[in-house]
């Protein structure tokens, strides 16, 4: 079969300009975070730039108070973000869902008061059906000014969406994405083009392709680029930047540890001692290797006990991460490139002046 042109050319770039007038090309959004990725984070990213998104998470109780803050940072804030707001009434930021166990009626209800520039869906129990309802009613309140961004992980999952619910933006997360994920995928390297193919293939509308998973610098965000993607979202970089509401001990594992392909593993361990038991069965989760892990799948120790040591972990706050300890740190393989914490708004700016290098270098 031949290679299918690039679907996702010039009139996705331009839709998620025209979208995000305030974002620098190419686009860089922040991941939604579940308790990370707050108001803060979410507003320091669009306001370099970047599209920053919240985490609504499985348990959205905490979304409302995340966004009232936002829009206090946006008013207060000296980038076009506050323009932008002012004039469209559109929330310069999006929020993510784990559709799994969000409340429909209560997210709704915040996207129609508070306006979302992207709706970010990801890990229902049965994809499409269950996202059915969210896509029309998040299009309903907002007279489609709220974008559909759903994550995907293979190219079936991509097809079956881009078929049957028609997003603004697909999110192609690959196999070395931090937290959760499908257990079974490809990385970036191929799941981006395959996509590219198979929607070309089908002639489905032009969806803007994001790619996610592994993405730490502005060589990964040319990268995606050149696979066929119109930007990157980047989560474990944004594990180190200032804003991120993080534990200094978690901050500080990100930072230590390197190598991710073998100081990284996927597993359903770091929930299973967290007491998280409602993950759809094809999902785990990316973390750094520590004590939880070693003591599940290499010295075969029950959930019971793993639980009980990792609750006693607890108290020592801090001291609780590192390799011999047991506090989860969901992470992605790129860890090993992230070696210092600085302002999300450097993140931004560097990472898309380095794609530009990385374009301009290689053309
Ligand atoms: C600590 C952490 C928490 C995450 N929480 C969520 C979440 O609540 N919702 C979601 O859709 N994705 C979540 N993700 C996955 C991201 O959406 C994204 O796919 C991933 O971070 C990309 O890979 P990277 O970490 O290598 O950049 C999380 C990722 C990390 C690292």
Not at 35 to 56: K, M
Not at 179 to 204: C, F, K, M, Y
Not at 237 to 249: C, Q, T, W
């Amino acid at each position: 079969m031949s290679i299918q042109k690039k679907q996702n050319d010039m009139s996705t770039n331009s839709a998620l300009q025209a979208a995000y007038p305030w974002t620098k090309a190419p686009l860089l959004a922040s991941a939604p975070m579940l308790n990370i990725a707050t108001a803060p984070l979410a507003v320091a990213v669009s306001a370099a730039g970047g599209l920053g998104f919240l985490a609504g998470g499985f348990d959205i109780s905490s979304m409302e108070g995340n966004l009232e803050e936002a829009v206090q940072l946006i008013k207060g804030s000296n980038s076009t973000i506050r323009e932008v707001y002012a004039t469209s009434n559109i929330l310069p930021i999006g929020v993510g869902f784990l559709n799994w166990g969000a409340d429909l009626l209560k997210a709704i209800a915040a996207i129609e008061k508070y306006r979302p520039c992207a709706a970010w869906l990801f890990g229902p129990k049965k994809l499409p059906d269950d996202l059915r309802p969210w896509v029309e009613q998040i299009r309903a309140v907002t007279g489609g000014e709220t974008k559909i961004w759903i994550q995907v992980g293979t190219v079936a999952e991509a097809v079956v969406v881009a078929e049957s619910l028609d997003p603004d933006v697909l999110v192609l997360q690959g196999s070395d994405a931090g937290g959760h994920g499908l257990a079974q995928s490809a990385s970036i390297i191929t799941l981006v083009p395959e996509v590219n193919d198979a929607l070309g293939a089908r002639q489905l509308n032009p969806i803007s392709l994001i790619a996610a998973g592994g993405i730490v610098d502005g060589r990964g965000l040319a990268a995606s680029l050149a696979l066929g993607a119109s930007g990157a979202v980047m989560g474990t970089r944004f594990l180190a930047s200032s804003e991120a509401k993080v534990a200094r001990g978690y901050q500080e594992e990100v930072l230590r540890a390197s190598d991710g392909g073998v100081s990284t593993a996927r597993s359903t361990v770091y929930d299973r001692v967290r007491g998280i038991l409602s993950w759809p069965s094809r999902y785990d989760g990316r973390g750094v290797v520590n004590q939880s892990y070693v003591d599940a799948v290499e010295r075969g120790m029950g959930d019971e006990e793993n639980r009980a040591l990792y609750a006693e972990e607890l108290k020592k706050g801090d001291a609780g991460w590192g390799p011999n300890a047991r506090l989860t740190t969901y992470a992605g393989t790129g860890v090993g490139l992230v070696t210092e914490v600085i302002p999300a708004a450097e993140i931004v700016a560097n990472v898309i002046e380095e794609a530009k290098n990385a374009f301009a270098w290689s053309c």
